[in-house]
């Protein structure tokens, strides 16, 4: 079976701190994605990344960067957090060949900025 | 822009029903649909993805159509059990977009 670990399960962070979260999959998926999911707005992608160093912007890319150096580790980094950015953050991996396979998520870390 | 949207958004059903879930979308340029499931404060579990080629997916007491054309889905639950709550969330992936995601719809099945 397909196993994403998000490293935390909760995380409380002050305003302006640089916050990492970071992703690790361990079934050579190709495909990362970095999610936030909030109450009436559902599921929204921040971040997307192909391969080793590649990343795409998602939806809503705004106040968030990305890190993919190894191929199963994919970070979202919060350069100077907001209490906007508070939110369920959801990743999730896939294997290459984006139009046919499932993706896999793993627990999610629940982020509380104050 | 592909849009999504899941009827009702809430359901609360006795233990043993069959039911049915829906999902809506608005653009048939479809790679395939996927279901997930979600308990309270946990990541996205997946439960069964339908290829745009396909008709219908089963997995167990789970039963997942596709009618492109209409753009709709539905997960079809036989013999509703108290683990079966949570919420349910269909996404869709399509040509040229990102996963859109349906806002889920809330399931409770009672003792």
């Known amino acids: 079976d397909v196993k994403v670990t998000q490293s935390s399960r909760y995380l409380v962070k002050r305003t302006g701190e640089k916050v990492f979260l970071e992703c690790v999959q361990d079934?050579?998926?190709?495909?990362m994605f970095w999610y936030r999911q909030d109450p009436g707005l559902g599921l929204r992608l921040i971040y997307f990344s192909y391969d080793v160093k590649m990343k795409e912007k998602g939806d809503i890319p705004e106040g968030y960067s990305v890190s993919r150096e190894k191929k199963e580790r994919f970070s979202l980094i919060l350069e100077s957090a907001s209490t906007n950015q508070t939110s369920m953050y959801l990743c999730?991996?896939?294997?290459?060949?984006?139009?046919?396979?499932?993706?896999?998520f793993g627990d999610g870390t629940r982020l509380s900025i104050l | 822009k592909q849009e999504v949207t899941q009827i009702p958004a809430a359901l609360s059903v006795p233990e043993g029903e069959n039911l049915v879930l829906n999902c809506s979308f608005t653009d048939s340029a479809i790679y395939n649909l996927q279901w997930f499931r979600q308990d309270p404060g946990k990541g996205l579990t997946s439960l069964l993805l339908?290829?745009?080629?396909?008709r219908e997916q089963t997995s167990g007491r789970l039963n997942a159509s596709l009618d492109k054309s209409s753009g709709r889905s539905t997960l079809y639950i036989a013999a509703s059990q108290p683990g079966d709550s949570a919420t349910y969330l269909c996404?869709?992936?399509?040509?040229?977009?990102?996963?859109?995601f349906g806002p889920g719809t809330r399931l409770s099945v009672l003792p």
């Open positions: 999730a991996s896939s294997l290459v060949g984006l139009s046919n396979q499932p993706q896999h």
């Open positions: 996404a869709v992936n399509s040509y040229g977009q990102n996963f859109v």
């Open positions: 339908i290829q745009s080629s396909q």
């Open positions: 079934m050579d998926h190709e495909n």
